[in-house]
């Protein structure tokens, strides 16, 4: 599957530091697998990941994956 970050998602990606940026990087380079979970009422349909502390917010069709956020725990669902 093709993997596709919005210029909000990349930026956001950007305040991390490098171990926090390479576990983020190798836990989207594995999906469809991981801890994910369908967010219920929201739409477009949207998919999180957990990985620690953070929530990675994304869309999936049969051929790619958009990652649209990527927020610690707190603020993630608030953004919906």
Do not use: C, H, W
């Not at 390479?22 to 994910?36: F, H, M, N, T, V």
């Not at 349909?45 to 649209?68: H, N, W």
């Amino acid at each position: 599957m093709e993997i596709e970050y919005t210029k909000q998602a990349v930026k956001q990606i950007s305040r991390y530091d490098k171990p926090t940026k390479a576990r983020l990087k190798e836990a989207i380079e594995k999906l469809p697998q991981g801890d994910i979970k369908r967010l219920q009422g929201v739409t477009p349909i949207t998919f999180r990941l957990r990985v620690g502390d953070l929530r990675v917010l994304f869309e999936m069709t049969s051929q790619k994956i958009i990652i649209r956020n990527i927020l610690p725990r707190g603020e993630a669902y608030n953004k919906l």
